[in-house]
């Protein structure tokens, strides 16, 4: 397999690790197979917050109508005023 040597490079994802060093030396399937695990990772952290936007979306929605509806049941219950408290 092909290697590329860098000069500075700490990689501890994977199955063996590899140090900083001046001249560390790493396979390029085992970096690309990195990087590419990395960009899924980084994929479903991305859904997941967009789920978590979503319901916390639908969660406002319902905090609202619990609101409106606390909202109508107060403004039955105002008792309504007399003539007499008027005069």
Same mark, same amino acid.
């Given at each position: 397999?092909?290697?590329?040597?860098?000069?500075?490079?700490?990689?501890?994802?994977?199955?063996?690790? &590899?140090?900083c060093?001046?001249?560390?030396?790493?396979?390029?399937? #085992?970096? =690309?197979? *990195? +990087? $590419? %695990?990395?960009?899924? @990772?980084?994929?479903?952290?991305?859904?997941?917050?967009?789920?978590? &936007?979503?319901?916390?979306?639908?969660?406002?929605?319902?905090?609202? #109508?619990? =609101?409106? *509806? +606390? $909202? %109508?049941?107060?403004? @039955?219950?105002?008792?309504?005023?007399?003539d007499?408290?008027?005069?």
């Amino acid at each position: 397999p092909k290697a590329i040597i860098f000069k500075r490079i700490l990689v501890i994802d994977g199955p063996s690790t &590899i140090i900083c060093g001046p001249d560390s030396i790493i396979y390029i399937h #085992e970096a =690309i197979m *990195s +990087a $590419l %695990e990395t960009l899924i @990772s980084a994929t479903e952290i991305d859904f997941s917050k967009a789920e978590m &936007i979503v319901s916390a979306f639908l969660t406002s929605f319902l905090v609202a #109508e619990v =609101i409106i *509806s +606390a $909202l %109508e049941k107060t403004a @039955s219950a105002v008792p309504a005023q007399s003539d007499r408290s008027l005069s």
